[in-house]
């Protein structure tokens, strides 16, 4: 999953939230095997910017044989920043039962002057699950009730 993350380094597009803007790097594996990359792509409305977490689950989803759908999507990858709460909703949006985070603890500069590929296999990435993440996602059955 670093290999897809660094790869999709090259849509990184961050003018608007200063200089460097943060970079964040993401990829996304379905339960069936496919993986999708994702970086922030910013508008000049910061508030409908689109993070990687979320670039990555949707190049997972269309780019899969199957349509979306609950329980597909079995593990992120982030390198740059911590997933936000939006991007942790979204993620359980389509989040299997035993999905997991792995989390790249790597400073921004290391992140925009070192590959992915090339960080050393004794560093490992923290793995936290979903549930420890957000451990009440909205859900089908809160709109239910309101
Ligand atoms: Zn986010």
């Not at 993070?51 to 269309?62: D, F, W």
């Not at 989390?103 to 500069?109: A, G, K, M, N």
């Not at 002057?113 to 793995?127: F, G, H, M």
Request: charged share 20%; aromatic share 8%; proline share 6%.
């Amino acid at each position: 999953m670093r290999a897809t993350a660094d790869a999709a380094r090259r849509f990184h597009y961050a003018p608007y939230s200063g200089k460097p803007g943060p970079i964040v790097l993401a990829a996304a594996e379905l339960v069936s095997g496919t993986i999708g990359g994702g970086s922030n792509i910013e508008i000049v409305n910061l508030s409908l910017t689109k993070h990687a977490e979320e670039v990555a689950i949707l190049s997972a989803l269309t780019n899969d044989a199957q349509s979306p759908g609950r329980g597909r999507l079995s593990a992120v990858y982030v390198a740059g920043l911590q997933p936000c709460g939006s991007c942790r909703q979204f993620a359980a949006e389509f989040a299997s039962d035993d999905a997991i985070w792995i989390l790249e603890d790597i400073s921004q500069q290391e992140l925009r002057n070192t590959s992915l590929s090339k960080l050393s296999d004794d560093r490992e990435p923290r793995v936290v699950p979903f549930a420890d993440y957000l451990p009440s996602p909205f859900s089908s059955f809160d709109q239910a009730g309101a």
